[in-house]
Each structure stands twice: as C-alpha cells, then as structure tokens.
C-alpha cells in the first residue's frame, strides 16, 4: 500500500468519523436534554420527599394526640360506670329500705285492720 493509498484511506476515515460524529452529536444533545429533565425531577421528588416527610411528622402529632384522647376518655369512661355502680348499689340500698318500710306499714295496717273488724263485731 503506497502513499496515496493511506492518504485516501486516511481522508475516508476522516470523512467517515465526521459522518458519525454528526450522527452522533443530535444523540448526545438528547441525552444532555434527558439528563437536564432527570435532575429537575429529582429536585422535585426531593421537594415531595420533604413534604412527606413533614405530613408524617404532623400524622405522629396527631397520632400521639389521639392516643393522648383515647385514654382520656377511657379513663372518664372508668370513672364514669364507678359512679354509676356507686348509685346503683345506692340505689338498691335504698329500695331495700323502702320495701322493709313498706312491708312494715302493711303489716301495721293489716293489724290495725284487724283490730277495727274484731272491735266492731
């Protein structure tokens, strides 16, 4: 291969690296572009990420509140139904009372009955 030969072979390489190069070139653009719209997007999923992370941080307030809430209210609950057996066992008290009262009164007037029917025959 003599002299001329390379330099044909040389300037067709040549030409043929350009003809890549410009084929190429519209390719790297593309990604440049891409790589342009992928770190907006992770800024913007950074952006989400700190808003989530702040909306889980007030779903734990709001959680611990609840459960702050919830005993509460258990607690009252307790305290509640304690008051109520405390009346009801009053309660029953109070109507024993009154039946032993009522079953003393009707044995006075059943007597006392008695007397006027045996007094008047």
């Known amino acids: 291969m003599d002299e001329k030969d390379r330099a044909e072979i040389k300037q067709h390489m040549s030409v043929l690296v350009e003809q890549v190069r410009a084929e190429i070139r519209p390719v790297i653009e593309k990604v440049e572009g891409l790589d342009g719209k992928v770190d907006r997007l992770d800024a913007k999923v950074d952006r989400f990420d700190s ?4 909306v889980e ?3 734990d307030a709001i959680d611990h509140r609840l459960e ?3 005993n509460k209210i258990a607690a009252e609950f307790q305290e509640l139904r304690a008051m109520i057996k405390l009346s009801y066992t009053e309660l029953d008290r109070r109507l024993g009372v009154l039946e032993s009262a009522y079953s003393e009164l009707r044995e006075r007037i059943e007597r006392i009955e008695r007397l006027e029917g045996s007094r008047g025959n």
Do not use: A, H, I
């Open 51 to 54: 808003r989530f992370d702040r």
């Open 57 to 59: 941080v007030r779903l």
């Open 68 to 70: 702050v809430f919830e």
